[in-house]
């Protein structure tokens, strides 16, 4: 259950009763210092909270070390390392934040040590963050070995007295990462990081996720969240605060519904409902309202003044509602622009 250890990440922090925070993984490049950066500007500005991202070079280091003097983001960034512990020791020299290290493939004792000085030194935490990925082998209980090397790897940590840590141990099947998650729960202290790996691409990623993760979150399991998918990275804030906001667990972000349409539906709903949410996004609201999108006179009504704002529409024209009141009808050409102005005077954001 939720109250794990607290672990402080840049200004953040996550374990405790903190709120759990959602992350992303760049996409671009780290070596492309001008892509990584406006792919990190557009996920700050999309709500991510945590980004992480690759390191595989020392170019990669020399990039993360610009950003970190810069101060051009303010969210923390993770440094993810992988074979190459001196990457890790030189991301955190440069002011990475945290670093995640993969015990599937730097694991050598010896080498863990230096990364936990290193890490003393300059006060940050570290991931353990093991990938099922990394077992190469088709072996049968791929759970118990993801388990036992976690194991290993904390008790040597602890035994070097580092216990700023977080956890998380991904693998592709929904099923078994609920089981391994269950275990960590019941068996360590420190906070979790929790996500579904090589989910694939953004619908079907989106929802394996949303299962997996949702049944965990539910339980109380979870202290930050990432949802890999195959696409856009800011998908991934979107997702991961969708699959919070279902569960009441963030409500500090607009929700919108919308009816799936039928023969009834008179407008070309698809695309209000997408304008409606590129236009709430642009007023940065920082609570959770619900918006709901209805295509005509029969649940429209009724769903659309449910919720704190909505439309119902009809032939020509539609109906808007706030909280449960009609306010005013206007024709279906300029209805968007005008929902949008009324929510604006509400003074919400
Ligand atoms: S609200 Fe109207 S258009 Fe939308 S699904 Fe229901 S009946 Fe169909």
């Known amino acids: 259950m939720r109250n794990k250890r607290i672990v402080k990440i840049g200004d953040l922090k996550i374990g405790g009763k903190e709120k759990i925070l959602v992350q992303s993984m760049t996409k671009n490049k780290t070596e492309d210092y001008l892509n990584l950066v406006r792919e990190l500007k557009r996920l700050e500005k999309g709500g991510c909270e945590i980004c992480r991202i690759a390191i595989k070079t020392d170019k990669a280091i020399e990039n993360l070390k610009k950003i970190k003097e810069a101060k051009i983001i303010k969210m923390p960034i993770v440094a993810d390392i992988h074979f190459d512990y001196r990457l890790a020791l030189k991301a955190i020299k440069v002011g990475a934040d945290k670093i995640r290290i993969n015990p599937f493939n730097i694991t050598k004792e010896k080498e863990w040590r230096e990364i936990i000085k290193m890490a003393k030194d300059f006060n940050i935490p570290i991931r353990i963050g093991l990938n099922a990925g990394g077992i190469r082998e088709r072996e049968k209980d791929i759970e118990r070995i993801i388990l036992d090397r976690l194991k290993r790897t904390i008790d040597f940590f602890e035994s070097e007295n580092f216990y700023d840590l977080v956890i998380s141990a991904k693998i592709s099947e929904p099923l078994s ?23 694939g691409l953004p619908f079907e990623g989106g929802i394996r996720s949303g299962v997996a993760m949702g049944v965990l979150l539910y339980k109380g399991i979870g202290d930050t969240i990432r949802v890999s998918l195959t696409g856009d990275s800011l998908l991934e804030v979107v997702a991961g605060f969708e ?10 972000l607009p929700v919108i519904i ?3 349409t039928c023969g009834r539906c008179e407008v070309d709903l698809e695309n209000i409902v ?8 642009k007023l940065n609201i920082k609570k959770k309202i619900k918006i709901a999108i209805m295509g005509c006179e029969v649940n429209g009504p009724g769903e659309a003044s449910h919720a704190d704002y909505g439309i119902a529409f009809g032939k020509k024209s539609g109906i808007i509602f706030i909280k ?3 306010i005013r009808k206007e024709p279906k050409e300029i209805i968007v622009r005008k929902f949008i102005e009324l929510i604006l005077r509400e003074k919400i954001s």
């Open 177 to 199: 990462l609920i089981n391994i998650y269950e275990e960590i729960d019941k068996n360590y202290q420190y906070p979790i990081h929790l996500g579904l790996t090589e989910t």
């Open 243 to 252: 699959i919070l906001s279902a569960l009441n667990l963030r409500n500090d």
């Open 258 to 260: 919308s009816c799936p």
């Open 274 to 281: 997408k304008e409606v949410k590129k236009e709430i996004f």
């Open 324 to 326: 449960g009141k009609i």
